[in-house]
């Protein structure tokens, strides 16, 4: 190879790109043994976008001015920088690939166009810089040498600190970077699709790089070999059509609001629309929204921040702004997380989508910027340096341990059950980056087990003060090895149903998005399966299923829905046969076996075959003596009723299981056959509750009456809470306080929490409460 050849000549000289390829070539060989990093990917190319720009442009500076050097014309220097860059991002990508020997890579060729958009182009861009500066100290002195090589690198960190400060300064936390390209901006969502706004993004960088070359084009040197620009006088059309190039560049940039290159708070605030203040909060929601659903965001805003107030025992900023989108696509393009929530507390602010009322997450984010005022730094957040390098555990389980979820098991019975199966990792790793290597369903919930125990135990100074950012060791005078065994002996003192101990290990088992087989690709192609399901396009979604499982074959929900595609559409004999053996597995998770249980049951619950009705009742029977979840128990209970209960059968079909397989549950059939028979106590409850979640709230009120004897207990728990729910959208004060009242201390018989782990009856307590404090 005559150019290997060359540059190893070029090495022994200590020729500037030589070196600079082989620095390439062993920094991003090391990157590629990080995980996630190794083979050409998202992760990959934000690395080279980091990088390799900032080498790329030094490169080329100092390679077109060192001594002696037979300088090109000022177009064939800004082409050898884009050839630098070329060159440069080609090692990196070269390094990738042969990553692909040892790292196990679903679609090792999928995101090399990602790479071609994002950190190619930066690297070229680079070049091209390099070259510009370069021509500042052409025959100039070392000083000068030196300066453009400073410039060089110090343009890419320039860019960086103009993305962290849309960051600091704006809602944002994706970016687009001209040198590195695109920065997703969270951990948590894998599905990395920028969109056209990064075409868009690079079609300004493509006029940016032909504005200079059309400008150097018609660039002359001097017999010094500085470049001449007296001579872009007779160089009109092409100095006109680089300006042209320039104005579209800038034009571009100019319009990044509108491409969804970069958005502020008003860019936001306007794209939305809807817009309410109260006494603490302000609302920012989709336009089209109705008043009374906007006045409930307003009135559930203020109720949440005053509850985290009070149980955190600290107030709050003055003002708190929380943005409502109406879509996790909405949420992405305006500020960059899709699925995942944000709080930025040292902007006062939340990020949500549109979730009904009350809030399920609202409460949580809160929190966040509620810590803000017992945090440090300029982000009011807990972590060493002033908060600059966050500690995630801390900050997550303080929100966790303020507004708990409602689920009836509790973050300390989940964390008991994870020590019991020797899962629960040491509260060292959980309160420092080692957070991020966790699941997020184990590092929330045991960080906020411990904060939890930390509040009780020590009491709220001291939560605050190590939140402050002084160290929990020193302000319990007790060591990390002291307080991991002090959590523990609390744990085995907590009571946790035995029962449950198969979905712990199921739920907290998985790995996290470091752990899993090509998190990006697989959950990509199951959303496209997943589309191709609900529009009954069976090849479509076979093929989709079949994709997935080809790239990781433990992927359960793709198995699953694989089975239930041939139930309801396809070969009804095949997927009986698939989901029978997977409920049939005891290697495979018991809540994946009892999914596959659900769908044969459900199955069954369509048929006009009696004989399959029992044994549609007989799977539900089994399957709620089981449950923990307390809503998908409270479904098998309602599914058992209609398999039990003939006159039940058409309403709950209807609203549950859907009459016709290929169009799923109806809710205008479900409302049809409902009134044919609304007058069985559970038929009203599912009227009332029908009703309460699309906002009619006085309709509702009547079908929510004293929960009868009759239903089954979880049926009763979750009456209770969506009469709850409507007494606090009526403002019926008095009812809440009765409600209150009888819930709270411990239940008496016929109580429906009458043997509850207790989680859902704090959930219904917690939010009365709110209610009450909003008033």
Same mark, same amino acid.
């Given at each position: 190879?005559?150019? +290997?050849?060359?540059?190893?000549?070029? /090495?022994?000289?200590?020729?500037?790109?030589?070196?600079?390829?082989?620095?390439?070539?062993?920094?991003?060989?090391?990157?590629?043994?990080?995980?996630?990093?190794? *083979?050409?990917?998202?992760?990959? =190319? /934000?690395?080279?976008?980091?990088?390799?720009?900032?080498?790329?442009?030094?490169?080329?500076?100092?390679?077109?001015?060192?001594?002696?050097?037979?300088?090109?014309?000022?177009?064939? =220097?800004? +082409?050898?920088?884009?050839?630098?860059?070329?060159? +440069?991002?080609?090692?990196?990508?070269?390094?990738?690939?042969?990553?692909?020997?040892?790292?196990?890579?679903?679609?090792?060729?999928?995101?090399?166009?990602?790479?071609?958009?994002?950190?190619?182009?930066?690297?070229?861009?680079?070049? !091209?810089?390099?070259?510009?500066?370069?021509?500042?100290?052409?025959?100039?002195?070392?000083?000068?040498?030196?300066?453009?090589?400073?410039?060089?690198?110090?343009?890419?960190?320039?860019?960086?600190?103009?993305?962290?400060?849309?960051?600091?300064?704006?809602?944002?936390?994706?970016?687009?970077? #001209?040198?590195?390209?695109?920065?997703?901006?969270?951990?948590?969502?894998?599905?990395?699709?920028?969109?056209? =706004?990064?075409?868009?993004?690079?079609?300004?960088?493509?006029?940016?790089?032909?504005?200079?070359?059309?400008?150097?084009?018609?660039?002359?040197?001097?017999?010094?070999?500085?470049?001449?620009?007296?001579? /872009?006088?007779?160089?009109?059309?092409?100095?006109?059509?680089?300006?042209?190039?320039?104005?579209?560049?800038?034009?571009?940039?100019?319009?990044?609001?509108?491409?969804?290159?970069?958005?502020?708070?008003?860019?936001?605030?306007?794209?939305?629309? %809807?817009?309410?203040?109260?006494?603490?909060?302000?609302?920012?929601? #989709?336009?089209?929204?109705? !008043?009374?659903?906007?006045?409930?965001?307003?009135?559930?805003?203020?109720?949440?921040?005053?509850?985290?107030? &009070?149980?955190? %025992?600290?107030?709050?900023?003055?003002?708190?702004?929380?943005?409502?989108?109406?879509?996790?696509?909405?949420?992405?393009?305006?500020?960059?997380?899709?699925?995942?929530?944000?709080?930025?507390?040292?902007?006062?602010?939340?990020?949500?989508?549109?979730?009904?009322?009350?809030?399920?997450?609202?409460?949580?984010?809160?929190?966040?910027?509620?810590?803000?005022?017992?945090?440090?730094?300029?982000?009011?957040?807990?972590?060493?340096? %002033?908060?600059?390098?966050?500690?995630?555990?801390?900050?997550?389980?303080?929100?966790?341990?303020?507004?708990?979820?409602?689920?009836?098991?509790?973050?300390?019975?989940?964390?008991?059950?994870?020590?019991?199966?020797?899962?629960?990792?040491?509260?060292?790793?959980?309160?420092?980056?080692?957070?991020?290597?966790?699941?997020?369903?184990?590092?929330?919930?045991?960080?906020?087990?411990?904060?939890?125990?930390?509040?009780?135990?020590?009491?709220?100074?001291?939560?605050?003060?190590?939140?402050?950012?002084?160290?929990?060791?020193?302000?319990?005078?007790?060591?990390?090895?002291?307080?991991?065994?002090?959590?523990?002996?609390?744990?085995?003192?907590?009571?946790?149903?035995?029962?449950?101990?198969?979905?712990?290990?199921?739920?907290?088992?998985?790995? *996290?998005?470091?752990?899993?087989?090509?998190?990006?690709?697989?959950?990509?192609?199951?959303?496209? =399966?997943?589309?191709?399901?609900?529009?009954?396009?069976?090849?479509?979604?076979?093929?989709?299923?079949?994709?997935?499982?080809?790239?990781?074959?433990?992927?359960?929900?793709?198995?699953?829905?694989?089975?239930?595609?041939?139930?309801?559409? %396809?070969?009804?004999?095949?997927?009986?046969?698939? +989901?029978?053996?997977?409920?049939?597995?005891?290697?495979?998770?018991?809540?994946?076996?009892?999914?596959?249980?659900?769908?044969?049951?459900?199955?069954?619950?369509?048929?006009?075959?009696?004989?399959?009705?029992?044994?549609?009742?007989?799977?539900?029977?089994?399957?709620?003596?089981?449950?923990?979840?307390?809503?998908?128990?409270?479904?098998?209970?309602?599914?058992?009723?209609?398999?039990?209960?003939?006159?039940?059968?058409?309403?709950?079909?209807?609203?549950?299981?859907?009459?016709?397989?290929?169009?799923?549950?109806?809710?205008?059939?479900?409302?049809?056959?409902?009134?044919?028979?609304?007058?069985?106590?559970?038929?009203?409850?599912?009227?009332?509750?029908?009703?309460?979640?699309?906002?009619?709230?006085?309709?509702?009120?009547?079908?929510?009456?004293?929960?009868?004897?009759?239903?089954?207990?979880?049926?009763?728990?979750?009456?209770? &809470?969506?009469?709850?729910?409507?007494?606090?959208?009526?403002?019926?004060?008095?009812?809440?306080?009765?409600?209150?009242? &009888?819930?709270?201390?411990?239940?008496?018989?016929?109580?429906?929490?009458?043997?509850?782990?207790?989680?859902?009856?704090?959930?219904?307590?917690?939010?009365?409460?709110?209610?009450?404090?909003?008033?």
């Amino acid at each position: 190879m005559p150019w +290997l050849r060359s540059q190893l000549l070029e /090495l022994r000289r200590g020729r500037p790109l030589a070196v600079a390829v082989v620095a390439a070539f062993v920094v991003m060989g090391a990157v590629g043994f990080l995980p996630l990093f190794g *083979g050409p990917g998202y992760e990959h =190319a /934000l690395a080279t976008g980091l990088l390799l720009p900032g080498l790329t442009a030094a490169t080329t500076a100092l390679d077109l001015t060192r001594p002696g050097r037979i300088l090109p014309s000022a177009l064939g =220097a800004c +082409l050898e920088g884009a050839r630098n860059g070329a060159i +440069l991002a080609s090692i990196s990508l070269a390094t990738a690939v042969l990553h692909l020997v040892h790292v196990r890579t679903c679609d090792p060729f999928g995101q090399v166009p990602l790479f071609f958009l994002t950190a190619f182009f930066g690297c070229v861009l680079a070049g !091209v810089y390099g070259a510009v500066l370069a021509e500042l100290a052409v025959r100039g002195r070392k000083r000068r040498r030196l300066l453009a090589i400073g410039l060089s690198v110090a343009a890419v960190l320039l860019c960086v600190a103009v993305s962290v400060g849309r960051f600091v300064t704006s809602p944002m936390i994706f970016a687009f970077d #001209p040198f590195v390209g695109y920065f997703s901006g969270t951990l948590y969502d894998t599905i990395v699709n920028p969109g056209t =706004a990064l075409y868009t993004y690079r079609l300004g960088t493509l006029t940016t790089i032909a504005a200079v070359l059309a400008i150097a084009s018609g660039l002359d040197r001097k017999s010094d070999g500085r470049v001449d620009l007296r001579s /872009l006088l007779g160089a009109k059309l092409r100095l006109g059509i680089g300006v042209a190039f320039a104005v579209g560049s800038l034009a571009i940039t100019a319009e990044g609001a509108t491409l969804n290159h970069w958005h502020t708070k008003e860019t936001i605030t306007e794209a939305l629309g %809807g817009h309410r203040e109260g006494p603490r909060c302000t609302v920012v929601y #989709p336009k089209g929204t109705r !008043v009374d659903e906007a006045d409930l965001l307003l009135r559930d805003c203020e109720g949440q921040l005053a509850h985290v107030e &009070r149980t955190m %025992g600290t107030r709050g900023p003055e003002r708190v702004t929380a943005f409502f989108f109406a879509s996790p696509d909405d949420k992405k393009r305006f500020m960059g997380a899709a699925h995942t929530y944000i709080a930025k507390p040292w902007r006062h602010e939340v990020y949500l989508q549109v979730g009904g009322f009350p809030h399920p997450v609202l409460g949580h984010e809160l929190a966040h910027v509620v810590a803000g005022s017992v945090g440090q730094g300029p982000f009011r957040v807990a972590g060493e340096w %002033g908060g600059l390098l966050p500690n995630p555990g801390l900050i997550e389980g303080m929100a966790s341990a303020i507004s708990p979820d409602d689920e009836d098991l509790t973050d300390a019975q989940w964390a008991r059950a994870m020590k019991d199966l020797d899962l629960l990792p040491p509260m060292g790793r959980i309160f420092s980056l080692g957070f991020l290597g966790e699941s997020s369903a184990k590092s929330y919930t045991v960080a906020g087990a411990f904060v939890q125990w930390v509040m009780d135990r020590f009491g709220l100074p001291t939560l605050h003060s190590w939140y402050g950012g002084k160290s929990l060791d020193g302000l319990t005078s007790l060591s990390w090895a002291q307080l991991d065994a002090a959590f523990k002996a609390y744990l085995d003192t907590v009571e946790f149903p035995p029962a449950a101990k198969a979905f712990a290990e199921a739920k907290f088992k998985r790995p *996290g998005v470091f752990g899993r087989a090509c998190p990006h690709l697989v959950d990509r192609l199951r959303g496209e =399966a997943d589309a191709c399901r609900e529009a009954a396009d069976v090849p479509c979604a076979r093929a989709g299923y079949d994709a997935v499982l080809a790239k990781d074959p433990d992927d359960f929900n793709a198995r699953i829905s694989r089975g239930v595609l041939e139930l309801k559409l %396809g070969d009804q004999g095949q997927g009986t046969s698939v +989901l029978a053996a997977l409920a049939s597995d005891a290697r495979i998770p018991r809540p994946y076996q009892n999914r596959a249980d659900e769908a044969l049951a459900d199955g069954d619950l369509q048929s006009a075959d009696a004989a399959r009705h029992k044994s549609a009742a007989d799977r539900y029977r089994k399957l709620s003596a089981e449950a923990v979840d307390e809503d998908q128990g409270r479904t098998y209970d309602v599914k058992l009723f209609a398999a039990e209960h003939p006159e039940a059968r058409p309403a709950i079909v209807a609203l549950l299981v859907g009459s016709d397989p290929r169009r799923g549950p109806d809710l205008f059939q479900g409302g049809v056959r409902l009134g044919e028979w609304s007058q069985a106590p559970l038929a009203r409850y599912l009227i009332g509750k029908n009703l309460a979640q699309h906002g009619f709230y006085d309709d509702a009120r009547p079908f929510l009456a004293t929960p009868d004897a009759t239903l089954p207990p979880r049926v009763r728990r979750e009456l209770v &809470r969506q009469r709850a729910i409507t007494a606090c959208v009526r403002r019926e004060k008095n009812e809440l306080l009765e409600m209150r009242a &009888r819930y709270t201390g411990q239940p008496a018989e016929g109580d429906p929490y009458l043997g509850t782990a207790g989680g859902r009856k704090a959930a219904l307590v917690r939010l009365i409460d709110r209610c009450l404090l909003a008033e």
